[in-house]
């Protein structure tokens, strides 16, 4: 796991060159693409910060970054930039997730609800091309914590579903059960089956188990592809436990979902789809034919912009870097856990994440709404407050934060 640290000096070098490699629509004769540099009038584009600062600049000059740069060949107009986001897709697959090189393919996506979704409609195709399946036949899998972006994939991609139930204590999934409603499913005509697991759920952070998971689907000798939603712990779980099998060695897992714009602390829309090579073409397009190299992306154009942002973050700290700074943010949640011990506070949490879900019982609504935690549901059947150890989130943040939930517990004491 290592990639370089550069200098601010360094970074703008290499993003001003891949700017200057694509497409001039000031000094270029450009009369085919429906595109310009963003708005002079609202965007000014000789302010004298722009010289060094890569990223803005990338923005003002508006790159679009349509289809799948890891394939054979792209849109030409901006070859430049659309190599910084290979970069980013080979370190992301290669350095964090253990990818052997060369052998995956990706690019960034909206977010990491549009890489999931990426990731089902791959896998539906798959089986109807090279299963000769039918649509009855085929069922996505995930447990009851997953984040909405699975059923909402189901729902577009007309798909069944297997929900698969979780302990409400340890989060975890209820294998008990697992195996028992794999074999149903089988008895009812199902014969392949989607698998999501998730590498830090959104709510809990909690990891589920991959090899519990994939024992029972081999043991049911189960048709199956596994992707690995790991928007939220993609950029801090191969950190803070380097011996995880939540790789691209591990030959279950064909796919990865990451998110830039959580841990990374990129711009919204920088999410990351990750897959091994082979499987992209079964979202292709072809009806693009006047895009070079066709689209094989549920989002199509994008900015390049997006993908500069996450390789300069990156290369500013480095691997070595990057590492330091999750270790950080999870002592801090360590910290964070002691006190909520000492306090006798009942809560879930993973201890390479630095989410904490809190039972709604033991603090009060006022506290809750005073540091803006996150409920697990606005309905009726509210039972748990998330907290986030981000990069904003002090120590002097957390400790007022339990002399908070202290005093409302004395106040409730006395009254």
Known sequence: MYWRKYSNKEINKIIFNAINKNINYRKEPVLGIPASYLDPLT?????PFLKDSAFITSLIENSNHIGCHTLTYSEPAFTGTQEIEKDLIRICAEEILSGDKEQQDGYISSGGTEANIQAMWIYRNYFLKEFDAKWNEISVIYTEDSHYSIPKGVNILNLNSLILKVDNKSRSIRFDLFQKDIQSAQKNG???FIVILNMGTTVFGSIDDIDEATNILEKQLATYKLHVDGAFGGFIYPFTNPR???NFKNPCIT???MDAHKMLQAPYGTGIFLVRKGYMKYALTKEAKYIKGKDYTICGSRSGANAIAVWIIIHMYGSEGWKVKMGKINKRT???????DKLRISYYRNPNINIVAIRSKEITTEVALKFHLIPD??????????????DHVTKDLLTEFI?????YKSKKVRN
């Open 43 to 47: 965007f000014y584009d000789d302010a």
């Open 190 to 192: 199902v014969k392949y």
């Open 244 to 246: 995880s099998n939540y």
């Open 255 to 257: 796919s990865f979902t």
């Open 334 to 340: 360590d910290k964070l856990c002691e006190e909520l």
């Open 377 to 390: 549901s606005y309905d009726k059947d509210q039972n748990w407050w998330k907290v986030v150890v981000m």
């Open 403 to 407: 002399r908070t939930i202290c005093k």
